[in-house]
C-alpha cells in the first residue's frame, strides 16, 4: 500500500501573499487533495527581525479567501529550535558536521581567493579534521555540515527531470550559526522530515536549496522527499515579474473584484496543462493535476486573460452567489458599509436584476457600478453624459413618457410595448425615449435593457426618479 501523500505550504512571512506563492499553495492543496492526502501549513519564521504577525494574519486570510484549506494546526518554525539543534548534535556524532572557527576576516579571504581562481566552493574546508582545541580562547564556533569532496549530489526532480551538482563545488554549509540558532537549510530539513513530509512542491528558486537539502538528509540517515520544482512567474513582456506586472498580494485580486474560484482556475493554468481545456472546476483540478505536466519553462501572467475569465465566472454563477459576492466585496468598495446595507435591504431587486448586469461585469467592481441605479437613494447623482441626454427636447419626451408609463402594466413587454407606441406618437426613434429613460433612472448612460432595469425597480420607485427630473 503506498504512503499517504503529505505536501506542505511554508510561506516566509515577511510580506503578504503573493501570486507566486499562492500557485505554490494550490500545486501542493492540489496534488494532495487529489490523492487523498494532506496540506500542511508551516510558517517560516525563523527570520524574526522581518517577520510579523500582520504578514502571518495576511497569509491565512489569502488562503482561506482563495479556498485552500489545510490539515492540523498550523506549525511556527522559530519555535522548533530546539529540535532543530538537536539535529545538528547528532550529525557531530556520527561525523557529518564539524565546529569551524574561521573568523569573518579568514571567511572574506576565503571567498576572495576562491573568485579569483574561479572555483564555486568558497570555503576551504580548513577545519573539517581540525581539533577544536586549537581554537582560539572564547571563540564561538559555527556548526558545518562535512559535504561530500567528491561524487555528485542528484535530485530527480517531477518537473525538473534528472538534476545533478558536482560536489567539489557545493560548500561545507552552515548548520548552526555561532550563537546557536539554527539555519533556514537546517530547520526546513528537519521540520519536512518531522511532519513526514513526501512531496516538496516549491518554486524553482529552491532548486539550489534541493541540493544542499538532500546533503542533510543524507547525512541523517533519512529518505529524500520527492521534489518537484516549479518555474517562476514572468510578466507579459519575459521579465520577471514585477509590480507593475502583478505581482501583488492575493488581497490586492480580491479589492479588485476577482472571484476565488476564477483566480484559482487562472493560477492552476500558469504552467500546468490538461490537453486544451482552460476551464476547471475544483474538482476536476484535484483530479486532473499532477506534476508531470508541469512545463519547465516559465509561465507568463496575463491580466487581460484574467479578466475574461473571471467575467466567464461571473456570468456563470447563479444570481444569488453573485448577490451574495457583491454583499461581501462591498465592504472594499467607497462608502462600503452603506452600500453593504442596502445591498441587504434591496436584495430581491438586486437579484431580479443579477441576469442583465452579469452580461456587462468582468469584475465584482463592474458588477457594483452596473448595479449602482438599484443600490443608490433618490435624487440621483447624473453623471454627465446622462446629463446631456435629458437636455434640449429630451425633457419634454420624458414627460410624454411619464403620462404614457403611469398608465401602463408594470412588467417589461408592456412598458417596451408602451414606449414603442409613444415614439410611433411622436415621431421619433425608440432610442429617443428609452436613453432619457435610462439617463433618469439609472443616472448613467448605459445599463442592462432599460425596460427590464424599470420592472426591477418597480412602478413607484420609476416614476418617482422621472418626476424627479421632469419637475413633474
Known amino acids: 500500500m503506498a504512503e499517504p501523500v503529505i505536501t506542505r505550504f511554508a510561506p516566509s512571512p515577511t510580506g503578504f501573499l503573493h501570486i507566486g506563492g499562492a500557485r505554490t499553495a494550490l ?52 519555535k522548533r529550535a530546539d529540535r532543530h539543534r538537536e539535529a545538528a548534535e547528532q550529525l557531530l556524532s556520527a561525523g557529518r558536521a564539524y565546529r569551524c572557527f574561521a ?57 525538473q527531470g534528472r538534476v545533478v551538482w558536482q560536489n567539489a563545488d557545493l560548500d561545507d554549509l552552515v548548520l548552526l550559526r555561532s550563537d546557536g540558532s539554527p539555519t533556514y537549510m537546517l530547520s526546513v530539513v528537519v521540520d519536512d522530515h518531522d511532519s513526514n513530509i513526501t512531496h516538496i512542491v516549491r518554486g524553482d528558486d529552491h532548486l539550489t536549496n534541493a541540493a544542499r537539502q538532500k546533503q542533510i538528509y543524507d547525512g541523517l540517515g533519512w529518505n529524500t522527499p520527492v521534489m518537484a520544482h516549479i518555474p517562476l512567474i514572468h510578466g507579459p513582456d519575459g521579465a520577471k515579474l514585477s509590480k507593475r506586472h502583478g505581482a501583488l498580494g492575493v488581497d490586492a485580486y480580491r479589492a479588485m473584484g476577482y472571484l476565488p474560484a476564477a483566480l484559482r482556475n487562472y493560477l492552476v493554468r500558469l504552467g500546468w496543462s490538461h490537453g486544451d481545456q482552460e476551464i476547471f472546476s475544483t474538482e476536476e483540478m484535484m483530479r486532473l493535476f499532477d506534476l508531470p505536466h508541469v512545463g519547465r519553462s516559465p509561465s507568463r501572467f496575463d491580466f487581460a486573460k484574467l479578466e475574461n475569465l473571471n467575467g466567464h465566472y461571473i456570468r456563470n454563477s447563479s444570481d444569488e452567489e453573485l448577490a451574495t459576492a457583491l454583499a461581501d466585496f462591498a465592504p ?129 420607485e420609476s416614476l418617482a426618479r422621472i418626476r424627479d427630473q421632469t419637475g413633474a
Do not use: C
Request: proline share 4%; charged share 30%.
Open 332 to 460: 472594499a468598495l467607497p462608502d462600503g458599509a452603506a452600500l453593504q446595507t442596502r445591498i441587504a435591504t434591496r436584495r430581491a431587486q438586486l437579484v431580479a436584476a443579477m441576469p442583465g448586469l452579469k452580461e456587462r461585469a468582468k469584475t465584482l467592481v463592474e458588477l457594483a457600478e452596473g448595479a449602482r441605479f438599484i443600490l443608490v437613494d433618490r435624487p440621483l447623482e447624473l453623471d454627465d453624459r446622462a446629463r446631456a441626454l435629458l437636455s434640449g427636447d429630451a425633457l419634454a419626451v420624458l414627460r410624454s413618457s411619464l403620462t404614457a408609463l403611469e398608465a401602463t402594466e408594470w412588467k417589461a413587454e408592456a412598458l417596451d410595448a408602451s414606449a414603442r407606441a409613444l415614439a410611433e406618437q411622436l415621431g421619433v426613434k425608440l432610442s429617443a425615449i428609452a436613453q432619457p429613460l435610462r439617463a433618469a433612472l439609472t443616472g448613467r448612460a448605459t445599463s442592462p435593457g432599460i425596460f427590464e432595469v424599470m420592472q426591477v425597480l418597480g412602478r413607484d
Open 103 to 159: 573568523t569573518q576576516a579568514e571567511l572574506e579571504e576565503m571567498r576572495e581567493k576562491a573568485r579569483r581562481e574561479g572555483r564555486a566552493r568558497l570555503y576551504d574546508g580548513r577545519w573539517r579534521d581540525r581539533d577544536p582545541a586549537e581554537a582560539p580562547p572564547g571563540a564561538k564556533p559555527v556548526i558545518r555540515l562535512k559535504s561530500p569532496l567528491e561524487g555528485e549530489t542528484v535530485i530527480e526532480d517531477k518537473v
Open 27 to 78: 500545486f501542493n492543496w492540489l496534488y494532495a487533495r487529489g490523492r487523498g492526502g494532506q496540506m500542511l501549513l508551516r510558517i517560516e519564521d525563523t527570520d524574526r527581525e522581518r517577520s510579523t504577525q500582520a504578514a502571518i494574519d495576511a497569509i491565512l486570510d489569502g488562503l482561506k479567501w482563495l479556498g485552500l484549506d489545510w490539515d492540523g494546526d498550523v506549525t511556527y518554525q522559530h
